[in-house]
């Protein structure tokens, strides 16, 4: 096998798990986990990119179909991604840890939880266009749903990483010391 890209991670053949990055909406699972996969010589895996390949945009399922239609779908592509044999990087839409089926999947892989506050995902939040789940006050919804998932967060979490004032190297950098020594 070759060796990690990056001599500082493990090197791919030595991951036998996936890596699966959670927490809240716009935390950076998606930009985290495609810079730590290429760093790290690893296939990513993002479940909300699938989701818009196979469905189309994510708010367009929301008005058609709802949210519930739009969780079933969410649900099947993560449980396809958790049952691939090939341990790759996985990032997770903020809500797709509440389904059980979810939860139980992710007790065979390493889960992080990129932790954040308001104040960090709202220029974020402000720039990405339309997201259904914060509908119609940003602020208040994405307050109510932290409060709400937090807990669930980081009752899965393995590693939780405190992603507030750190850019994405110095995230990838945390994560790798935590993933290669042990440390918290």
């Known amino acids: 096998m070759s060796r990690s890209p990056d001599p500082h991670l493990p090197e791919p053949h030595s991951i036998r798990r996936h890596l699966v990055l959670i927490g809240f909406m716009a935390a950076g699972k998606s930009v985290v986990g495609?810079?730590?996969?290429?760093?790290a010589g690893l296939p990513f895996v993002d479940t909300d990119e699938l989701v818009v390949e196979r469905h189309g945009s994510i708010a367009?399922?929301?008005?058609?179909r709802g949210e519930r239609y739009f969780r079933e779908?969410?649900?099947r592509t993560v449980a396809a991604a958790l049952e691939s044999p090939v341990p790759a990087v996985i990032s997770l839409g903020g809500g797709a840890v509440l389904d059980s089926g979810t939860q139980q999947l992710l007790a065979g892989t390493t889960v992080v939880f990129l932790d954040t506050d308001l104040a960090t995902v709202l220029p974020r939040i402000s720039r990405s266009g339309h997201r259904p789940m914060l509908a119609p006050d940003p602020v208040r919804r994405w307050q109510?749903?932290?409060?709400?998932?937090?807990p669930v967060y980081e009752s899965l979490a393995d590693i939780t990483i405190d992603t507030r004032g750190?850019?994405?190297p110095a995230i990838i950098d945390r994560l790798?010391?935590?993933l290669?020594?042990?440390e918290d």
């Open 34 to 39: 495609r810079s730590y996969a290429a760093r």
């Open 60 to 64: 367009d399922l929301f008005t058609a």
């Open 73 to 75: 779908v969410e649900a």
């Open 144 to 150: 109510e749903l932290a409060t709400a998932r937090r």
């Open 166 to 168: 750190l850019t994405v």
């Open 176 to 178: 790798t010391s935590v």
């Open 180 to 182: 290669t020594k042990g």
